[in-house]
């Protein structure tokens, strides 16, 4: 069983940068992958990011792109999220999720708050 925590979220102007992070507990998730999601108000769950075990596979989708940057760090079982150039259309909440095998994403954190106030 593994137990995701997110933070770092908050209201920030368009333009600007927050760092959202995913701490694990349960056990060492090395061996999974890592995703982050979001979801709007009235809108369905969207990927933003992902990185493999190893990471040294990284997938961004088109919207974040030269934006965000997804990174891990398995000595501590944490992976990050860093939002920079933030856009109101970014203002969602964000979940981490890990995968065992592929894009089946076995665990979900609660998520955090984002808002990017124009």
């Known amino acids: 069983q593994v137990h995701l925590v997110e933070s770092g979220g908050g209201l920030v102007q368009a333009g600007g940068s927050l760092r959202l992070s995913c701490v694990a507990s349960?056990?060492?998730?090395?061996?999974?992958?890592m995703g982050w999601f979001r979801q709007a108000p009235g809108k369905e769950r969207e990927f933003v990011a992902s990185?493999?075990?190893?990471?040294?596979?990284?997938a961004y989708a088109d919207s974040v792109k030269g934006r965000f940057t997804i990174s891990r760090d398995n000595t501590k079982n944490t992976g990050d999220l860093q939002m920079n150039s933030l856009k109101p259309e970014d203002t969602a909440i964000y979940y981490c999720?890990?995968?065992?095998?592929?894009?089946?994403?076995?665990?979900w954190g609660q998520g955090t708050q984002v808002t990017v106030s124009s």
């Open positions: 999720a890990t995968a065992m095998h592929g894009n089946n994403w076995d665990y």
């Open positions: 349960g056990r060492t998730i090395r061996r999974d992958h």
């Open positions: 990185i493999n075990r190893g990471g040294d596979t990284i």
